[in-house]
């Protein structure tokens, strides 16, 4: 894959010196602000957001090789990263109007592209809700709007990672048995169309096609239930692994930080060849209890323990399982 100057210098500081991402997502805004409103009403939405994304930049980021912000609350903390550590900023809005038919996406207000690469962002991130089963109309829609984000990117010579959801646009339970069946097909839908050249992506952010609570053997989780053997679910992994011409990587997807890292070593074994992660809740979710209820000095004091300990943990596995996207 070749890349133009400025995004090839993108993909460099977002990845470490070995050309693996160990990227720590921290662009979560609406679910984040209510967990930290619900456990202390006296933090505004914003200050709790804006302080709890300064920590994990400061403590977090600054081990990782590249940090995933949002424009709207997290240019604070974006400041509290030393300038070798990458700047990957969030394009999209938070979450989706659920009155309106398909989960269409929103660009953030007041920010072009090209104001995200002026303010430092190395790589911009694009996140949308897909269901390739969903109406043509509404699939159209999220395609174009792809193309437009990576068209932006190109006239400013910026890394764009797109990081496609699935969704059932049926409305079947996103964790239930009967969509956790219909999942692998979507993402490695994914792989196939998201590769092609006229979107303009340069680095898929996606989910594994089996979390691996799901597949058999793991039964030391409490929500294990298992629905594929570890060779049906092997085969899945290296299907969507072969199916992308571009770099990948997986996001967490809300799983522990076991979990993830489980999930890692099972992706490797399987022989998907994807190029780090960007891992975020699985990192730092526990972190939101002692800053929201102890203060400061205790969140700080999580950070540097627990949290780092959380980040080595995953930063370590993505060291050992990755595939260099060179």
Same mark, same amino acid.
């Given at each position: 894959? &070749?890349?133009?100057?400025? #995004?090839?210098? *993108?993909? @460099?500081?977002?990845? +470490?010196?070995?050309?693996? %991402? /160990?990227?720590?997502?921290?662009?979560?805004?609406?679910?984040?602000?209510?967990?930290?409103?619900?456990?202390?009403?006296?933090?505004?939405?914003?200050?709790?957001?804006?302080?709890?994304?300064?920590?994990?930049?400061?403590?977090?980021?600054?081990?990782?090789?590249?940090?995933?912000?949002?424009?709207?609350?997290?240019?604070?903390?974006?400041?509290?990263?030393?300038?070798?550590?990458?700047?990957?900023?969030?394009?999209?809005?938070?979450?989706?109007?659920?009155?309106?038919?398909?989960?269409?996406?929103?660009?953030?207000?007041?920010?072009?592209?090209?104001?995200?690469?002026?303010?430092?962002?190395?790589?911009?991130?694009?996140?949308?809700?897909?269901?390739?089963?969903?109406?043509?109309?509404?699939?159209?829609? &999220?395609?174009?709007?792809? #193309?437009?984000? *990576?068209? @932006?990117?190109?006239? +400013?010579?910026?890394?764009? %990672? /797109?990081?496609?959801?699935?969704?059932?646009?049926?409305?079947?339970?996103?964790?239930?048995?009967?969509?956790?069946?219909?999942?692998?097909?979507?993402?490695?839908?994914?792989?196939?169309?998201?590769?092609?050249?006229?979107?303009?992506?340069?680095?898929?952010?996606?989910?594994?096609?089996?979390?691996?609570?799901?597949?058999?053997?793991?039964?030391?989780?409490?929500?294990?239930?298992?629905?594929?053997?570890?060779?049906?679910?092997?085969?899945?992994?290296?299907?969507?692994?072969?199916?992308?011409?571009?770099?990948?990587?997986?996001?967490?997807?809300?799983?522990?930080?076991?979990?993830?890292?489980?999930?890692?070593?099972?992706?490797?074994?399987?022989?998907?060849?994807?190029?780090?992660?960007?891992?975020?809740?699985?990192?730092?979710?526990?972190?939101?209890?002692?800053?929201?209820?102890?203060?400061?000095?205790?969140?700080?004091?999580?950070?540097?323990?627990?949290?780092?300990?959380?980040?080595?943990?995953?930063?370590?596995?993505?060291?050992?399982?990755?595939?260099?996207?060179?």
């Amino acid at each position: 894959m &070749k890349l133009s100057p400025g #995004k090839q210098k *993108g993909l @460099e500081h977002i990845s +470490n010196a070995n050309n693996i %991402i /160990l990227a720590t997502a921290m662009d979560q805004r609406g679910s984040l602000g209510k967990m930290i409103r619900s456990l202390n009403e006296n933090i505004t939405y914003e200050n709790g957001l804006r302080a709890f994304k300064q920590g994990v930049s400061e403590v977090l980021g600054n081990q990782s090789s590249s940090l995933l912000l949002d424009p709207e609350y997290g240019w604070d903390a974006a400041e509290k990263l030393n300038k070798e550590i990458g700047l990957i900023m969030a394009y999209e809005k938070t979450g989706y109007d659920a009155t309106e038919k398909g989960r269409l996406p929103n660009l953030v207000d007041h920010y072009s592209v090209q104001d995200l690469v002026k303010a430092g962002a190395n790589a911009v991130k694009l996140l949308v809700y897909y269901d390739h089963k969903e109406d043509e109309e509404i699939n159209q829609t &999220k395609k174009t709007l792809i #193309k437009r984000v *990576g068209d @932006e990117c190109k006239q +400013n010579d910026v890394l764009f %990672i /797109l990081e496609p959801v699935s969704y059932s646009s049926e409305g079947l339970d996103s964790k239930g048995s009967e969509f956790v069946k219909k999942k692998p097909a979507i993402v490695e839908y994914f792989m196939v169309e998201f590769s092609k050249e006229i979107y303009g992506i340069d680095v898929l952010k996606v989910e594994v096609p089996v979390p691996i609570f799901h597949i058999e053997g793991y039964n030391q989780y409490n929500n294990y239930d298992p629905i594929f053997s570890k060779d049906e679910a092997a085969k899945l992994y290296r299907s969507c692994s072969e199916k992308s011409r571009l770099p990948f990587i997986y996001l967490s997807g809300g799983v522990t930080n076991e979990q993830f890292i489980d999930t890692l070593h099972f992706a490797k074994e399987a022989g998907a060849k994807f190029s780090g992660s960007l891992c975020g809740r699985a990192i730092w979710k526990e972190g939101v209890e002692p800053f929201a209820k102890e203060g400061k000095d205790a969140y700080y004091e999580w950070l540097k323990t627990t949290g780092s300990k959380n980040l080595n943990k995953v930063m370590d596995t993505i060291k050992e399982t990755a595939t260099p996207w060179s």
